[in-house]
T-cell receptor
Framework: SQKIEQNSEALNIQEGKTATLTCNYT??????LQWYRQDPGRGPVFLLL?????KEKRKERLKVTFDTTLKQSLFHITASQPADSATYLC????????FGAGTRLTVKP | NAGVTQTPKFRVLKTGQSMTLLCAQD?????MYWYRQDPGMGLRLIHY???????AKGEVPDGYNVSRLKKQNFLLGLESAAPSQTSVYFC???????????FGPGTRLTVL
């Protein structure tokens, strides 16, 4: 069966450091992979999308990589700030979107 | 623009009751989606629609029905609510396949 795993439920880092979140998947061949941010009590907000034929995408302090051989995506937040604290979701898209359970990131001042 | 709106925000039902959740979008998007989110489970797709008058099953469709009579609205129905349907329900819309999805604020449903 299809499975999407995000590396850990929670990740704590110090302000200014780089946060790296992992998304692994099995038995799936997504055409696109997306990352979303979700704050408590709110709906997810889109951050980045990467296509299956792309290796890396950047947007300001965010970077995502996509390795279809390893079936893995890495999501990086550089120079992290307390305001980056949230749950981050990866999603695989081949017409019907499948989400991972999310990683709760806490950035401490 | 309001984006994606959901009605109601909260609802408590008794087992066996029925209800309809309404999702509306003002971005002229073709695609609309209904998800449920449970602790530790992430978002799971219930049903989706790729255009007015069309619907398709997602990952967890049992116990739910949907309709897309107008492009801007996507309705999710529970005919006979069960405690297992206690969850937070999110609606989303997108321009097409492979585009970002815009989410509504969610509906918190409790079935007693």
């Amino acid at each position: 069966s299809q499975k999407i795993e995000q590396n850990s439920e929670a990740l704590n880092i110090q302000e200014g450091k780089t946060a790296t979140l992992t998304c692994n998947y099995t038995n799936y061949s997504p055409a696109y992979l997306q990352w979303y941010r979700q704050d408590p009590g709110r709906g997810p907000v889109f951050l980045l999308l990467i296509r299956e034929n792309e290796k890396e995408k950047r947007k300001e302090r965010l970077k995502v990589t996509f390795d279809t051989t390893l079936k893995q995506s890495l999501f990086h937040i550089t120079a992290s700030q307390p305001a980056d604290s949230a749950t981050y979701l990866c999603a695989l898209d081949r017409g019907d979107m499948r989400f991972g359970a999310g990683t709760r990131l806490t950035v401490k001042p | 623009n309001a984006g994606v709106t959901q009605t109601p925000k909260f609802r408590v039902l008794k087992t066996g009751q029925s209800m309809t959740l309404l999702c509306a979008q003002d971005m002229n998007h073709e695609y609309m989606y209904w998800y449920r989110q449970d602790p530790g489970m992430g978002l799971r797709l219930i049903h989706y629609s790729v255009g007015e008058g069309t619907t398709a099953k997602g990952e967890v469709p049992d116990g739910y029905n949907v309709s897309r009579l107008k492009k801007q609205n996507f309705l999710l129905g529970l005919e006979s609510a069960a405690p297992s349907q206690t969850s937070v329900y999110f609606c989303a819309s997108s321009y097409s396949f492979g585009n970002e999805q815009f989410f509504g604020p969610g509906t918190r449903l409790t079935v007693l």
